[in-house]
């Protein structure tokens, strides 16, 4: 991880000089950091990107590499907001077109996709150049749940991975992101996340995704679900409360989708019946806090599933749209305490969990269910829009 | 108005000695009117001493809650326009997390003082009246700041109580205790009685009485969480103890029992 002295007198001739991409490299570990120098040699031609790094430098560095020193900040397993001021910071001074941030870990990113991230800021005209992972099918849950079927009926945004920890951003994207990462006090720097996606929706911008392949995925230092899903999720539902007058304006998501890339899920057995089972759990203790939430026919019918074998266990894609909708409108309303909130939600989100998994055992693609449960998201809009405009109509 | 009430009293005796009878019951009914008359005099000299103060009570009262309306829609409008939920929401990130928006709770805030400066104001001025003209003291009158004190007690008490009930609640059943709900339950009385002692003792009602019969309730609550968590349990602390046995000098390790722990899913 980072360290005292990262930076050697040698890197005093880049301080300045001007460069076409400007790569920041989160702090990782020494290995890691070796490697993605390695990579962003092979993907750019000398001279023309600049690195900006808290890490400290490998022995054997070569010497058509140009590092900048960035302040020390601590290592975390997302991008935070000071990454986006410093990338902004470091990329106006050297006059870059395109500023690429890398997260932990991120020597796992071949180089061709570090050069596909920047060629689509640098030739396509694109804002905001988002990468798309080959995830493991049991890898990145949250995401597939919530994040991206919430984004893409939120924002009509068909970004796969919108909490991505690598991205490629226009000069003008970056200064829009430096100025929302700037707005959040240093008190809460370490918790919060940024949503790029949506802020680039927001101010009209042009996103893309780029196919990176697969990529370790640097996990949180407590894999707890109940932190990272009240975290994230919460991230998420302010984010969406912030931007509520623009994501109810009706619009039309991008057609053009690439094809579903299936990645071998062998490696995956997961417990389901202790999933099932906590679910169970929950719909006997928690029908009181979820009554405050849900109407009587989403607790009609997660009292149906709970009458399920752990091996038939499937929570109808409808079923958890609307379940995703009534909670982010009761976190905007405050229907009950936020943390509270968040933590009711993590059952009924083991739940979809368990349902996502004996979907996958019966043949089915994991993406193709991915979709569908997107797509029911983007069905339900009305019902997310009519109950953020007239909460009180809690039966619609 | 005392000479009236004195007239009005004298007509009512007379009155009283014009009904024939023997001259025991003219006695009789003379004391019985007498003490009537007395005792009218004194509750009608009270009430109208206390008059003005009632009456001092009601308007401060009603002047202040109208300052603190007015009060209240300006501190709103004002940071509304400041933008002020969204600077707390940034420096407290999403720890902030109360049924109403700060904004809302700052609004509120003031309108409730302001009435509770209205409450104190007339409270103090009818206390003044009452000072000066009652001749005879109420036992009921002090406590009245008693019971604005106890209410306030109770309703945090509930409030505490509701909070950390739920708190409970949904990490107990996060974590899949099965007794989810008792312990829940358990840390809501235990509250609640410890809320009810503290409003007993704060109105002086009940004395070593109130203090015995909350020992025993909540030594009684804490026992019956404590057999409760022992008893359900039991199987941890037994796979715990045999751990540790067969790894004498070992560090000792008690499985996660909650769900996330399956190395094969990965939520993020």
Not at chain 1, 165 to 191: F, H, K, N, T, Y
Not at chain 1, 327 to 337: G, H, K, P
Not at chain 2, 34 to 52: D, F, G, H, K, M
């Amino acid at each position: 991880m980072a360290t005292a002295n990262p930076i050697t007198d040698n890197t005093q001739a880049a301080e300045n000089a001007a460069a076409d991409v400007l790569v920041l490299v989160t702090p990782m570990a020494p290995e890691h950091f070796k490697g993605v120098l390695a990579n962003l040699g092979s993907a750019f031609s000398s001279g023309s990107f600049v690195v900006a790094t808290q890490n400290e430098l490998p022995a054997d560095i070569p010497s058509s590499v140009r590092i900048v020193a960035t302040p020390q900040s601590s290592a975390a397993w997302a991008l935070k907001p000071i990454d986006f001021v410093n990338a902004a910071q470091y990329g106006r001074v050297h006059g870059a077109k395109a500023f690429l941030i890398l997260g932990p870990e991120a020597d796992s990113l071949s180089p061709l996709a570090l050069r596909s991230l920047a060629d689509a800021v640098l030739s396509a005209s694109i804002d905001l150049a988002v990468p798309h992972y080959s995830l493991p099918s049991h890898a990145g849950l949250v995401n597939s749940a919530i994040l991206y079927p919430l984004t893409r009926a939120a924002f009509a945004s068909r970004v796969r991975f919108p909490l991505s920890i690598d991205l490629c951003m226009s000069p003008r994207m970056a200064e829009r992101l430096a100025g929302v990462a700037s707005a959040v006090s240093p008190a809460s720097q370490a918790d919060a996340l940024l949503w790029p996606v949506n802020e680039a929706v927001a101010a009209g911008f042009v996103t893309d995704e780029v196919d990176v392949g697969s990529r370790a995925m640097p996990q949180p230092s407590d894999p707890d679900v109940n932190s990272i899903l009240a975290l994230i999720t919460g991230s998420l539902f302010a984010d969406i409360e912030a931007k509520a007058a623009l994501w109810q304006r009706p619009r039309r998501p991008p057609l053009v989708r690439r094809p579903m890339v299936e990645v071998d899920l062998s490696d995956g057995t997961a417990d389901v019946a202790r999933m099932v089972a906590a679910f169970k759990l929950a719909n006997a203790n928690l029908q009181e806090i979820w009554s405050l939430v849900l109407p009587p026919n989403s607790l009609l019918a997660l009292r149906r599933c709970s009458t399920l074998d752990p091996v038939a266990f499937s929570m109808p894609d409808g079923l958890w749209a609307r379940i995703v909708y009534d909670f982010l409108v009761a976190y905007r309303l405050r229907t009950i305490n936020r943390g509270h909130l968040l933590g009711a939600l993590i059952p009924l989100y083991l739940a979809w969990v368990a349902g996502h998994i004996n979907v996958m055992a019966s043949g089915i693609p994991a993406e193709r269910h991915i979709e569908a449960v997107a797509a029911a998201f983007e069905v339900d809009k009305p019902y997310l829009v009519a109950r953020w405009r007239w909460p009180d109509r809690f039966n619609s | 108005m005392q000479n009236t009430l004195n007239n009005s009293m004298q007509q009512a005796t007379q009155s009283i000695t014009a009904i024939p009878g023997s001259s025991e019951d003219a006695s009789i009914w003379h004391h019985m009117s007498e003490a009537l008359n007395q005792s009218l005099y004194r509750v009608l000299t009270l009430l109208i001493a206390v008059l003005p103060g009632i009456l001092a009570f009601f308007v401060a009262l009603l002047v202040f809650a109208t300052a603190g309306v007015l009060i209240s829609w300006i501190l709103r409008r004002c940071l509304s326009w400041a933008k002020f939920d969204a600077r707390i929401a940034q420096k407290s990130g999403t720890d902030w997390a109360p049924a109403s928006s700060p904004t809302e709770i700052v609004a509120r805030a003031s309108f409730w003082i302001c009435v509770l400066l209205g409450l104190v104001i007339g409270v103090s001025a009818f206390d003044t009246s009452y000072a000066t003209g009652a001749p005879l003291p109420i036992s009921l009158l002090p406590y009245l700041t008693h019971a604005v004190g106890a209410a306030l007690l109770l309703i945090a008490g509930v409030v505490v109580a509701r909070f950390l009930a739920r708190s409970v609640l949904i990490s107990a059943v996060n974590a899949q205790l099965q007794y989810a709900r008792i312990l829940s339950l358990g840390v809501k009385w235990l509250v609640l009685v410890l809320t009810a002692a503290m409003v007993l003792d704060h109105l002086q009602v009940g004395g070593n009485i109130v203090e015995l019969a909350f020992g025993i309730l909540f030594g009684g609550i804490v026992l019956t969480l404590a057999l409760a968590v022992g008893l359900g349990s039991r199987d941890l602390v037994s796979r715990s103890l045999e751990s540790h046995v067969e790894h004498t000098g070992e560090r000792t390790h008690i499985p996660d029992e909650v769900p996330t722990a399956s190395p094969q899913i990965r939520h993020f």
